[in-house]
């Protein structure tokens, strides 16, 4: 068996090309740079969580792994900022970043153990990164972090270092050279952010005059704003636009990280390297800078006795949000959370559908419930007060995709790392077998995001002939200009354009995008009347079967059928959801008061 050096990355600075490598993942090769990789003497490590089987059970073990270390913390916490908060209060705050850095760790864990087993490893390269560069300083900090090759070169070193004989050589790098790009994509974005921020910082400024401390604090609910309206004056309340504020910024300093510790002595392997580099790679915010996030939410102008706390994507990447709320739970005050897209209720497995079912006191779902009490079937909490979508008979083929990271990150039932090129082929093999009049007539949709910049390339060199648009128009638009709408993975604008019944095919690969077994008969009926295909070639025929005459089949009493069963569960269009809203609200405030 030949010696090979070990590539982690596909940051090239530790790549060595006189030896034979290892490549630890297909994260390691580019697309576009395959004309330098493609000539070296190369392997690549296979896949653990290919065997897909195995993903699900380790999904269960960290599941579990994951309420041990949350119990270890939240004491660990308490004590090392001589507080008493509770194990719900450290959820909140803290959960969402346990719960993906330990998911991840194991990944990155298990793929070391296994180079170690696939071949003698002669040495790997140590980049010399500085510390304020790969410790997150808060969770919106950790979601721009653990996509980058620096961070996980890091980790990787770190469980090189720690817990394997691997030769390693150190290698100084210039500290602007570490510093992650921002696209001119990145940069637009953050432009209208900016704006968007403004209009929201004028408005509550505004509404916060007219406020009471006991009002509900509603933000970031995903209803579209004159629901919101309605429901805030159904409550009885003048309406308000809340803004959060980003959070301190601090270094991260050894020392104080040196007397943050979790035990580590009775256990080891894994378990032992997750509560090692817990205290490591904590968040400043939740360490050293806990005093000054304490002190920013005391100066928040948001209502000191809420009688309930409703948001549906501030539950994670927010921490001032996260205190604030914490804080508020603590004292007795409920907490609802709404769903805010697709694989909820349907997927096999999800850590953050678990995670805000067990912070919140109503979980508000677009139609589907479980065992849960905790469940109440609300709608599609985006289209609600919406009536049916516009689309044009006459119009494009619109084929919609998914970008996901190249290393992977929070578990769910979707494709995992290097399982993502599958996913791309998939798309390929579609566009592959259409009839040419309908390819003449295609606009595949991308999803522009750094995370595969090589996309449009992809695209170019098996499609030139494809129509591409990196949302140069909204999907809206571009929706209400097809004729026929396709979705390529489990995720949120199918449920959408269902629910606001415009004509629909759906396929991906079952493999990778796991039911749960109360789902499945709704997939199956959706399958059964042409919408739901589980290949690519079989989507693409019934493209072209019903291209001629899009209404014939769409508004047939079969198809219709089909949505309608599949809508009243997964994308539901209530005619008066305010009331249903303010009645559920009022309802379980006034439980809490009883209790």
Not at 330 to 352: A, R
Not at 397 to 426: D, N
Not at 535 to 552: I, N
Request: proline share 6%; aromatic share 12%; glycine share 4%.
């Amino acid at each position: 068996m030949k010696n090979r050096f070990l590539i982690t990355t596909a940051d090239e600075r530790s790549w060595r090309t006189d030896k034979p490598i290892l490549c630890l993942g297909e994260w390691c090769r580019l697309y576009e740079r395959r004309q330098f990789w493609t000539q070296l003497d190369a392997e690549v490590v296979p896949y653990h969580w290919d065997d897909r089987q195995q993903l699900y059970k380790d999904y269960c073990y960290l599941r579990n792994l994951h309420e041990e270390l949350l119990v270890e913390i939240s004491t660990a916490l308490n004590q090392f900022h001589n507080v008493d908060h509770s194990i719900r209060y450290w959820r909140i705050l803290v959960g969402p970043w346990l719960g993906y850095f330990t998911q991840m760790l194991f990944d990155r864990w298990v793929m070391i153990q296994r180079a170690v087993a696939t071949c003698p490893i002669e040495g790997t390269v140590i980049l010399d990164l500085p510390l304020d560069d790969v410790i997150p300083n808060e969770m919106a900090d950790f979601d721009r972090l653990y996509i980058s090759d620096k961070w996980n070169h890091y980790i990787y070193g770190r469980i090189i270092q720690e817990w394997t004989e691997i030769p390693c050589e150190y290698l100084s790098v210039d500290p602007e050279d570490n510093k992650i790009p921002i696209t001119a994509t990145a940069q637009q974005l953050s432009l209208k952010r900016q704006l968007k921020q403004l209009v929201k910082r004028v408005l509550s400024r505004i509404s916060i005059s007219l406020t009471r401390p006991t009002d509900a604090f509603m933000i970031a609910s995903y209803l579209p704003r004159k629901e919101s309206l309605k429901l805030q004056m159904a409550l009885g309340q003048c309406p308000a636009f809340w803004d959060s504020p980003s959070p301190s910024i601090l270094k991260p300093v050894v020392s104080v990280r040196k007397t943050f510790q979790l035990l580590t002595n009775a256990v080891q392997g894994f378990e032992q390297c997750v509560r090692t580099l817990i205290p490591e790679q904590i968040p400043s915010i939740y360490l050293e800078g806990y005093t000054q996030l304490q002190d920013q939410i005391t100066q928040l102008s948001w209502p000191q006795n809420p009688k309930f706390i409703f948001t549906s994507t501030s539950y994670s990447s927010d921490d001032v949000f996260k205190a604030w709320a914490a804080e508020k739970v603590d004292i007795g005050c409920p907490i609802v959370i709404g769903q805010h897209g697709g694989l909820y209720g349907n997927g096999l497995w999800s850590f953050c559908e678990e995670h805000e079912l067990a912070i919140s006191d109503l979980f508000l779902t677009w139609g589907w419930t479980e065992d849960s009490s905790k469940h109440l079937s609300i709608g599609l909490l985006k289209l609600l007060g919406e009536g049916e979508g516009i689309w044009d008979p006459d119009g494009e083929l619109l084929l919609v995709t998914c970008t996901l990271p190249r290393y992977s990150y929070w578990m769910a039932s979707i494709v995992v790392a290097g399982q993502y090129f599958e996913y791309l082929k998939e798309q390929f093999s579609f566009v592959d077998v259409l009839p040419p009049r309908i390819r003449q007539q295609l606009l595949v949709r991308l999803y522009s995001h750094p995370w595969y910049s090589s996309e449009v390339q992809q695209w170019r060199d098996r499609h030139p002939d494809v129509q591409l648009n990196l949302k140069q128009k909204p999907i809206k638009t571009l929706i209400q200009q097809s004729r026929l709408y396709v979705a390529t993975y489990n995720g949120t604008t199918f449920l959408e354009t269902l629910g606001q019944n415009i004509p629909t095919i759906m396929f991906w690969n079952p493999n990778y995008w796991e039911l749960r077994s109360s789902a499945q008969p709704y997939f199956e009926e959706l399958k059964r009347v042409g919408i739901f295909h589980e290949t690519p070639a079989s989507a693409a025929a019934k493209v072209a079967e019903v291209w001629d005459d899009v209404p014939g089949w769409w508004n047939s009493s079969e198809v219709q059928a089909a949505r309608r069963t599949f809508c009243d569960r997964f994308a539901r269009m209530p005619e008066n959801p305010t009331q249903v809203l303010k009645k559920a609200l009022t309802e379980l405030v006034e439980s809490k008061k009883a209790n």
